[in-house]
Antibody, heavy 122, light 108 residues
Framework: EVQLVESGGGLVQPGGSLRLSCSASGFSFDSYALFWVRQAPGKGLEYVSAIRGSGTRTHYADSVKGRFTISRDNSKNTLYLQMSSLKPEDTAVYYC???????????????WGQGTLVTVSS | QSALTQPRSVSGSPGQSVTISCTGTSSDVGGYTHVSWYQHHPGKAPKLLIYDVNERPSGVPDRFSGSKSGNTASLTISGLQADDEADYHCCSYAGSRLFGGGTKLTVL
């Protein structure tokens, strides 16, 4: 059974930093792309970032480019999202999502975690 | 890129059918076959319902079906059940991933 468990969310002040983690199990971790997708309160889902199976290729939404960094440790079956220069509009539930393929620039999302809430407020 | 357009809400009675639309442009929905749909019960993990416009993953009932015409994709749920009450999100590949604003389905 595929499981994705996010952690690291919380309350942070504007301009601050936070690192999210996603512990994965139930599949061959380094064979699949992984993603972060977020949902702000009362809004729809928003793609944030992607990383291919090997971790050698990453992609970011324009809204987070230069502020967020996605990475993965295939030896620990863990995905990360380092967030810096946080803004109130980054407030959202952040979901760890498994892609259906190795590459991140194709396919769909076949499994999601339950999400972790990040609140950016003073 | 703007988000894909979905109705904010739809409703139907048990046993009936409902269709949720997802409208984009020729640069996203109309230009790719990578349209997918997700069911989200609040507080739970979203679940894949449909991928590649009309393909169902194993375990998803055939009451759920997808289609596309031009720049609009659609999700049809037939034989509505109480547990179908949830939020539904469409997604298209467009160089990146583009989501719709989500549709709340109410089962009356």
């Amino acid at each position: 059974e595929v499981q994705l468990v996010e952690s690291g969310g919380g309350l942070v002040q504007p301009g601050g930093s936070l690192r999210l983690s996603c512990s994965a199990s139930g599949f061959s971790f380094d064979s699949y792309a992984l993603f972060w997708v977020r949902q702000a309160p009362g809004k729809g889902l928003e793609y944030v970032s992607a990383i291919r199976g090997s971790g050698t290729r990453t992609h970011y939404a324009d809204s987070v480019k230069g502020r967020f960094t996605i990475s993965r440790d295939n030896s620990k079956n863990t995905l990360y999202l380092q967030m810096s220069s946080l803004k109130p509009e980054d407030t959202a539930v952040y979901y760890c999502v498994k892609g259906a393929y190795y590459e991140s620039n194709t396919g769909y999302f076949d499994y999601w975690g339950q999400g972790t809430l990040v609140t950016v407020s003073s | 890129q703007s988000a894909l357009t979905q109705p904010r809400s739809v409703s139907g009675s048990p046993g009936q059918s409902v269709t949720i639309s997802c409208t984009g442009t020729s640069s996203d929905v109309g230009g790719y076959t990578h349209v997918s749909w997700y069911q989200h019960h609040p507080g739970k993990a979203p679940k894949l319902l449909i991928y590649d416009v009309n393909e169902r993953p194993s375990g998803v009932p055939d009451r759920f079906s997808g289609s596309k015409s031009g720049n609009t994709a659609s999700l049809t749920i037939s034989g509505l059940q109480a547990d179908d009450e949830a939020d539904y999100h469409c997604c298209s590949y467009a160089g990146s991933r583009l989501f719709g604003g989500g549709t709340k389905l109410t089962v009356l």
